[in-house]
């Protein structure tokens, strides 16, 4: 099933060369943002990210899985990757949750393996996150100086005043990659479905599912009361056209 799905999305891609560019600038999303929840703690210490397998990514619409640790007990989030502004996609999306939650049965993960467990998933809470290409390619280039100061200030046959600069140039790199505006927005598309999601799981009478929504809720809502001092008091990716048409269409959930 995975091969025929994943022929079917490549001839889609062929044919519609817009459709190629957006699932390529999804890819390099999904690669920055798995690294910076590794490398920054984006989203808290105690998370960590695993890639989504073929079979996951094609049939059950998870990109990434994220876990959460506190005193030995994991808490997984999937995570679903959209980049373009399309009202219309995004809402297939939220669309596809909302019949889960109707259904009482959220995500399944069927091959997860992390330094905790191995196997499969079951009724893990899933979001949707984005953002538009204009910011995908700032913080990529982030991430390209960083990576390459780093490699050059390790060189041996470079004088010290050139390392002095490349490890000043490496820091005001890593630091802007921790304070970046964009796990802010992402943090808060999160935070804003996830409210949205159990309080239509509430509503359709669906307790177990509003259950699995309010234990990473309360974790993501702790990650921000966490991180509220460095989040600037206007989020300028509120205005991204991704974010925006995301939040916009999350507010009126299950309506």
Known sequence: RTAELKAKFRARAEEDPRLDTAIKRGRLFEAIVADQIEQSNWFGESATHRTASEFDDYVNHVDGIVEFEDEGTQTHLALAVDVTKSTQHIEEKLNDIRHSILSGKLTEVRYFTSHTQEGSLKNVPRVIVGASQHTIEHVAQLIFTFEATRKSAGAQNISEETKRTLHQRFEEARNELEKHPLQFAL??????????????????????????YARVLGIVDAIIEHKKEAMPEHNILTEDPVVATLLERTAHFGQ
Request: glycine share 0%.
């Open 187 to 212: 943090l808060l598309e999160i935070q804003t479905q996830l409210r949205a999601f159990h309080a239509y799981a509430e509503k359709v009478k669906k307790p177990e599912v509003a259950t699995q």
